[in-house]
């Protein structure tokens, strides 16, 4: 399985930004894809922004089939290269690395980090990298991820007897072959999961479990390895301060 892998820090002078500038940011980047036919597609929490939390950087995809014929190049490593020259001649700041075309946005005094994946069927994949995190979820989308890949591994069937692969950018395929299963999320969901789940109960670690309570045999054996990447990526659980702990004192102690 492939999993993303947002690209950090590339420019100086970023830094993290409410959440409330996304659409601004999006605007910057989509006026200068309009030429190629294509639009980014947020991911990530940058589909459902949300005003107050703040980001590092804006993950967004762009089909690679759209620029390729745009740009009259013969693959997607070309494709990368004519899209950078594209938002350089616009005048934005670029970077380059893997799969990814970074652009500096400025929206306000203080400029933001868009990385933008060049991908087969990008409308497909940006599905598949659009998460339904509860609030307070101590879990990210990568945990979303990392769960699916495993339930597919271990999914077998009369047609797929050797089990399935998930593929965070095509969908669920054959684990020997290769052949694409689905890339329906509501199909891959009733696969996965039960035949009557749905595209929504794939959105988080949360949902899945409810949908299929085997699936916690997933959490639980990533959660008993202090060192897993599992782990790594987990967001800490709040720290209840004094304060907190006194405000909560109070109010048991209100008349009910």
């Known amino acids: ?49 949300t005003p107050g939390k703040l980001s590092g950087d804006l993950d967004m995809i762009v089909d690679a089939g759209t620029i390729i014929k745009h740009f009259k190049v013969a693959d997607t490593k070309n494709a990368k290269i004519e899209l950078e020259k594209l938002f350089q001649q616009a005048g934005f700041e670029t970077r380059k690395s893997g799969q990814i075309v970074h652009v500096k946005t400025t929206i306000g005094d203080t ?48 047609d797929h007897p050797n089990g399935m692969k998930w593929s965070a950018y095509k969908g ?10 689905s890339s329906d999320l509501n199909q891959v969901a009733k696969i996965l999961l039960n035949p009557k789940a749905k595209a929504a109960d794939l959105g988080s670690v949360e949902s899945i479990v409810k949908a299929n309570p085997e699936a916690q045999a997933i959490v639980d054996k990533y959660e008993a390895d202090p060192e897993s990447a599992w782990m790594k990526k987990k967001i800490p659980a709040p720290t209840e301060t004094l304060e907190d702990k006194q405000l909560r004192r109070i109010k048991e102690l209100l008349p009910k």
């Open 1 to 49: 399985m492939t999993i993303l892998n947002e690209g950090g820090n590339i420019f100086q002078g970023t830094a993290e930004f409410d959440q409330k500038l996304i659409p601004d940011m999006m605007k910057q980047i989509n006026k200068v894809m309009k030429v190629t036919g294509a639009k980014a597609l947020p991911i990530g929490s940058g589909a459902t922004p």
């Open 111 to 158: 400029p933001q980090q868009v990385d933008i994946m060049v991908v087969d069927n990008g409308a497909t994949a940006q599905k598949f990298h659009v998460h339904d995190l509860p609030k307070g979820s101590l879990y990210k989308g990568v945990h979303k991820q990392i769960m699916i890949a495993d339930l597919a591994k271990v999914k077998t069937t009369d």
């Open 172 to 181: 669920l395929v054959d684990r020997e072959t290769n052949e694409l299963i």
